[in-house]
């Protein structure tokens, strides 16, 4: 505790009192004489010492309570000031805190528009990503389809445009000739275009098609191809599938022994060399050279012998699809009618060997396409 500077006075005086109280009683007790004099003095003096230190204690109390109340007051300013400070620091906190909560509320507002921005982004970035691909889509595509539009035919499109030969007109292209480098005046190439009265309701598509003699049955011992002009496929070398497409009507002979006359499709990528188109037939050509002594030129060196081919008849005229392979799809792919008979009559005159032979085959409306 604290004493005031009246406190230290009263300590003071008080040590002065008792000096002097010290000295009397030396006194006193050194002399002899007077006793009772001196002990009434010495009384008298002891209770002014007793009052004196009575006071001083009393004030030295009072300042003590008073400096106590002031401690006190002091403790209750410091209490106040605390408390002040606390709730001080108590509003700067909360003030601190919704700062920091509005700070916290403006970062998650730029977060979210930041966010949205990104989504934007994203959307504006596939959108442009998907631009080609609608430009793409619009146009034709890699397989050689006109495209979505169907305004721009790519170039195998525009190639197959022009592959279609009705006849109609002329022979647009197509030439035959015999076949297996026989040459003689027997009549061993027969195709011939124009009308028909052999095929069922003449040709199938307008008034001209080609046949094996339009108007009669072919002769024993023919053999001879209808050959296509050289098409350029090389633009569609890619396409997904090619189609050659064609109508035909056919009738052929044959024999109880196994003998067939009969016709072959055939494909060349350069018109050299040649393949059976698929699917084949199921039936195959067995051409009779000879027969009772009768025989063909060259009778055991027919192309078509052997090979899968169209015999006997079909009774009507019938479509067929075959599909043009990758490795057909050149500039110089060319395809071929190729057809042979064999001896039918014991005769060396054609005419009288039609009368036991057949109307033979027919071609109409062909094409090339997907």
């Not at 002990?39 to 008073?66: C, E, L, T």
Request: charged share 20%.
């Amino acid at each position: 505790m604290r004493l005031p500077a009246i406190a230290a006075s009263a300590l003071l005086v008080c040590g002065c009192a008792v000096g002097s109280s010290l000295d009397d009683t030396g006194v006193g007790g050194g002399g002899g004489a007077g006793g009772s004099g001196g002990s009434s003095h010495d009384a008298a003096a002891d209770a002014r010492d007793a009052a004196a230190d009575a006071q001083p204690d009393a004030g030295d109390d009072a300042a003590a309570d008073g400096a106590d109340e002031a401690d006190a007051s002091v403790d209750g300013a410091d209490e106040a000031d605390a408390s002040v400070d606390d709730a001080s620091d108590a509003g700067v906190a909360d003030v601190s805190v919704d700062d920091a909560d509005a700070a916290d509320a403006s970062v998650d507002a730029a977060d979210a528009a930041d966010a949205a921005d990104a989504v934007a982004d994203v959307v504006d970035a596939n959108d442009a990503a998907d631009a080609p691909d609608a430009a793409i889509d619009a146009g034709p595509d890699a397989a050689g389809d006109a495209g979505d539009g169907g305004t721009t035919p790519d170039a195998c499109d525009q190639a197959l445009a022009a592959l279609a030969w009705t006849f109609e007109a002329g022979a647009q292209g197509f030439t035959h000739k015999a076949l297996d480098g026989v040459s003689s005046t027997w009549p061993l190439d027969e195709w011939q275009r124009g009308a028909t009265s052999l095929a069922p309701g003449g040709c199938h598509g307008g008034a001209a098609c080609f046949g094996t003699a339009l108007d009669q049955n072919y002769a024993q011992c023919e053999r001879a191809e209808l050959r296509s002009p050289t098409v350029d496929l090389s633009a569609c070398a890619a396409a997904p599938t090619l189609t050659l497409r064609f109508w035909h009507y056919y009738a052929f002979w044959s024999a109880l022994d196994g003998s067939a006359d009969g016709g072959a499709l055939e494909l060349s990528k350069d018109g050299a060399t040649w393949s059976v188109a698929t699917p084949a037939p199921a039936t195959f050509a067995n051409i009779r050279g000879s027969y009772l002594g009768y025989a063909c030129l060259a009778a055991t060196s027919f192309h078509v012998d052997g090979l899968p081919a169209y015999t006997g008849t079909n009774g009507a005229w019938e479509q067929v699809e075959v599909e043009v392979p990758a490795a057909m799809r050149t500039a110089g792919f060319r395809f071929r009618f190729a057809y042979a008979t064999g001896v039918n009559a014991t005769t060396y005159d054609a005419d009288t060997s039609r009368l036991t032979a057949a109307p033979g085959w027919y071609v109409d409306d062909v094409s090339v396409g997907r």
